[in-house]
């Protein structure tokens, strides 16, 4: 036991270690949303469609000038490697899941680069899923955008939905479940491939403290394997549990990233102070 565990500890020291894989590479990255105001009352024809009235709205939005830019992200640069687990905090809308989502490819750099080596799994509790159909459908379609192919996901399917704990459930449409039980079942979905880079916003918060336990080990699991998790979320408890290294990020920009226990120490004297 002691001997396994001290190859263990070596394995994850050689990820940690300068030389181990970059598994994620944010170079000057920026992100900035385009949103279009509804501040100004639109003058609508009677009688227009709705869709016709949107479309109209919208021209008219950036024909006078009404359009905001909101700068989610700032110059952040980073790189992760290979077995790392790397909290993301900071008070809300700092950009920690825009930074996510802009690693998992769903938002396009306004300038900068984000490189991720293999697939990212991006897992969120507002993940969209199609809430419509039963939750067997989506572990198929899921397991699919993950990369595998529908015989693999046939072969992972009872592993998957005894993971996620939601039994009979499984056969109901995902909007007949409860916020913890499509989160399970979105971790089960997302964890199922042993993705490269596995990212996680706020799901831990949601499941009961077994699901929680499960989840853990099931990250661990996945760092053992070399792969690098991202872990955004607002309880310090769970950062300090499963992460050795944070970034603590502010009004959209990085402002402290080292290990865990020095980054949470500031970020929570920050609030002693009623700082950032
Ligand atoms: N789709 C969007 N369109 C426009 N602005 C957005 C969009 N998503 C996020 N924002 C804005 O970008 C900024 C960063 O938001 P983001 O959700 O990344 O923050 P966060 O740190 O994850 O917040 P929280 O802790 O509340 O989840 C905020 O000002 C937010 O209003």
Redesign the pocket.
Request: proline residues 0%.
């Given at each position: 036991m002691e001997a396994t565990e001290t190859v263990r500890d070596r394995d994850r020291d050689r990820h940690r270690s300068p030389e181990a894989t970059p598994g994620v590479i944010c170079s000057e990255l920026d992100i900035v949303?385009?949103?279009f105001g509804a501040r100004k009352k639109a003058t609508t024809t009677e009688g227009e469609q709705p869709w016709l009235e949107r479309f109209l709205r919208q021209r008219r939005q950036v024909d006078t000038g009404n359009v905001r830019k909101?700068h989610?992200?700032k110059g952040v640069s980073f790189v992760a490697r290979h077995g790392e687990a790397v909290g993301i905090i900071?008070?809300?809308?700092?950009?920690?899941?825009?930074?996510l989502?802009a690693i998992a490819g769903l938002i396009p750099p306004s300038g900068g680069r984000a490189w991720a080596a293999g697939r990212p799994a991006l897992l969120g509790v507002n993940a969209v899923l199609l809430t419509g159909l039963t939750g067997s459908r989506n572990v198929m379609i899921g397991g699919l955008a993950l990369g595998l192919s529908p015989r693999e996901v046939r072969a992972r399917y009872d592993d998957i939905v005894e993971f996620s704990g939601i039994g009979d459930f499984v056969d109901l449409p995902m909007s007949a479940y409860s916020s913890g039980m499509g989160a399970r079942l979105r971790f089960a979905i997302s964890t199922a491939a042993t993705p490269d880079i596995l990212m996680i916003?706020?799901a831990l918060a949601t499941g009961d403290a077994e699901f929680q336990a499960r989840s853990r080990e099931r990250i661990a699991e996945i760092r053992e394997q070399a792969g690098t998790v991202f872990l955004?979320s607002?309880s310090n408890a769970a950062i300090r549990e499963s992460c050795d290294r944070v970034l603590w990020?502010d009004q959209?920009r990085l402002i402290m990233d080292g290990p865990t226990e020095d980054v949470v120490s500031a970020y929570e004297a920050s609030h002693r102070k009623g700082g950032r």
């Open positions: 949303y385009t949103v909101v989610a992200v900071g008070r809300n809308g700092s950009g920690k899941s825009t930074l989502r916003d706020e955004v607002h990020m959209g």
